[in-house]
């Protein structure tokens, strides 16, 4: 199986799980998804492998949160209304993605 199509299956089954917020922005095309997170799905997908493999009890979300945070770098209460959160909850679930991707960057492999 291609790492495409492995993309576009994981991006499937993500949609149909019912307790997942914020799953809407996975079913932009992929010139919106890049131009809000700036990064494309696959990107997202590796990305994604390597935060599960770190942490385990990270969410697709707080990846989102960290990539929403990098690109349009708003004030925290625009990023909180947007997302739907508080700012507290962005804030804490921002910094420690941002943190762990800190400290296992090193071992994220070409």
Same mark, same amino acid.
């Given at each position: 199986?291609?790492? !495409? =199509?492995? !993309?576009?299956? @994981?991006?499937?089954?993500?949609?149909?799980?019912?307790? $997942?917020?914020?799953?809407?922005? &996975?079913?932009?095309?992929?010139?919106?998804?890049?131009?809000?997170?700036?990064?494309?799905?696959?990107? &997202?997908?590796?990305? @994604?492998? /390597?935060?599960?493999?770190?942490?385990?009890?990270?969410?697709?979300? /707080? &990846?989102?949160?960290? &990539?929403?945070?990098?690109?349009?770098?708003?004030?925290?209460?625009?990023? =909180?209304?947007? @997302? $739907? !959160?508080?700012?507290?909850?962005?804030?804490?679930?921002? @910094?420690?993605?941002?943190?762990?991707?800190?400290?296992?960057? /090193?071992? !994220?492999? $070409?």
């Amino acid at each position: 199986m291609t790492c !495409v =199509a492995k !993309v576009y299956r @994981w991006i499937k089954t993500l949609l149909f799980e019912p307790k $997942k917020k914020h799953m809407e922005y &996975l079913k932009l095309n992929d010139r919106e998804f890049q131009a809000l997170f700036g990064i494309c799905k696959q990107t &997202l997908y590796l990305l @994604w492998e /390597h935060l599960s493999l770190a942490e385990n009890s990270s969410k697709i979300e /707080h &990846l989102l949160y960290m &990539l929403h945070f990098f690109k349009q770098y708003q004030t925290e209460d625009a990023a =909180a209304i947007f @997302w $739907k !959160v508080t700012p507290k909850t962005l804030r804490k679930h921002t @910094w420690n993605t941002i943190e762990i991707f800190h400290r296992t960057l /090193h071992t !994220v492999r $070409k």
